[in-house]
T-cell receptor
């Protein structure tokens, strides 16, 4: 089973709302990722969790708050977002994020398409 | 950080034609993947290929790590091959995968 599941698929929120995106994988992977993708652009890395600890934060604004409750789950909490934060948010996982040869193959979920009004 | 370039940026093919997509990267890499993003936004794994050559049906890929490039070959293209093809790499110090800008492929019937 090589599946990463993201919910919800679509989300519309106002600038004062608080919402969360969820991601789940059952492949035994120990690294999980959030990417953001704007229209006609490549995905951009936001956060990396390794063994349930935040290992990379690519200078993401604090209105995005990641959480990794366990090795299978990854959340992205959203608060006070701006219209320019509207994008496709992609979750991914990989076996490891350590510098070990060839353990980094990424598997992506279908994404959560976020619209901020 | 690592820079990734892809060429061509856009490609229009007639169904049945062959094509070659290229990915150049600026430093040595530990991981390299090719993805196809379909019109609904899903990123589909095509190849995990930090070095060497792999084939899967009509698609094949080659990475020459010492010369810092990778090629994706699509033969006998079909309309369902349309979409954006991304190359993504990570260097020797972690998993901050960087995506190239993509090649947008349109296959016409």
């Amino acid at each position: 089973d090589t599946e990463v599941t993201q919910t919800p698929k679509h989300l519309v929120m106002g600038m004062t709302n608080k919402k969360s995106l969820k991601c789940e994988q059952h492949m035994g992977h120990r690294a999980m990722y959030w990417y953001k993708q704007k229209a006609k652009k490549p995905p951009e890395l936001m956060f990396v969790y390794s063994y349930e600890k935040l290992s990379i934060n690519e200078s993401v604004p604090s209105r995005f708050s990641p959480e990794c409750p366990n090795s299978s789950l990854l959340n992205l909490h959203l608060h006070a977002l701006q219209p320019e934060d509207s994008a496709l948010y992609l979750c991914a996982s990989s076996l490891s994020d350590k510098w070990e040869e060839h353990t980094g193959e990424l598997f992506f979920g279908e994404g959560s398409r976020l619209t901020v009004l | 950080g690592i820079q990734v370039e892809q060429s061509p940026p856009d490609l229009i093919l007639q169904e049945g034609a062959n094509s070659t997509l290229r990915c150049n990267f600026s430093d040595s890499v530990n991981n390299l993947q090719w993805f196809h993003q379909n019109p609904w936004g899903q990123l589909i794994n095509l190849f995990y290929i930090p070095s060497g050559t792999k084939q899967n049906g009509r698609l094949s890929a080659t990475t020459v790590a010492t010369e810092r490039y990778s090629l994706l070959y699509i033969s006998s293209s079909q309309t369902t091959d349309s979409g954006v093809y991304f190359c993504a790499v990570s260097g020797n110090y972690g998993q901050n995968f960087v995506f190239g800008p993509g090649t947008r492929l349109s296959v016409l019937p």
